[in-house]
């Protein structure tokens, strides 16, 4: 992918954010259940972070060809792993995000874009989210998580802990921190004039599925964490993460 069709696609993609196509009053978020306030709010905040994204994605072009292939497979990762829905005893469903493994190898800037590729692709394809609420999906899922992934590791990094531990814990708690942000989300459009209340109503009714969840996507992300550390130790290298990043976000 040039360089120009990368920022032709985040102009694109932030054009689409601003500019909900349905009316709705009223996990990923279903289409029509924010009002358009909020899809046009959240579209705007998630802006800056996919033209961030954009400008470290065109500079990892540059990078080792095994790099992208890297990120070519942190993508469809990402597709596959947050497409499987499991439905949760509390009337709702749930998924892994895959996002905190890519940030980790990556950072969270490229993973936005990547994030929000996923995003549109399931939305038309597997009615999976929907594109009025576009960026409120993106900025649960594709931001938020991925930069609490990444700083968490990061921090652990400089802090030296194991690459296990580090990968477990910034895997598994940006899992969580993107289903806090979808509840905060959700809260801010229901919440019958209580907003905590509406808060925790929604924290509960993704918690009992999406807590083992998490946990078990903490444990995956470690394990292929692991082989991509045997084979790519190279490719990793280049990245920084393990050593100095080389590639600039």
Known sequence: MSKKLIKAFV?????LLLLPSTYACAMHIMEGYLSPGYCVLWGALCVPFLIWGGVSMSRQMKA????????????????????LKIPSVTGSCSHPTGTGLGAILFGAPIMSVLGIIVLVFQALLLAHGGLTTLGANTFSMAIAGPFLSWGLYSLLKKMKAPAAVSVFLAATLGDVFTYTVTSFQL??????????FALGKFMLVFAPTQLPIAIAEGILSVMIFN????????ELKILGVTGERRVSL
């Open 64 to 83: 080792d060809n095994m790099v992208k292939l890297l990120l070519a497979l942190s993508g469809a990762f990402v597709f596959i792993i947050s497409s």
């Open 187 to 196: 809260a801010m459009c229901h919440n019958d004039g209580n907003f905590m």
């Open 11 to 15: 102009v694109s993609v932030s054009v």
């Open 227 to 234: 082989i991509i550390e045997k084979y790519c130790n190279r």
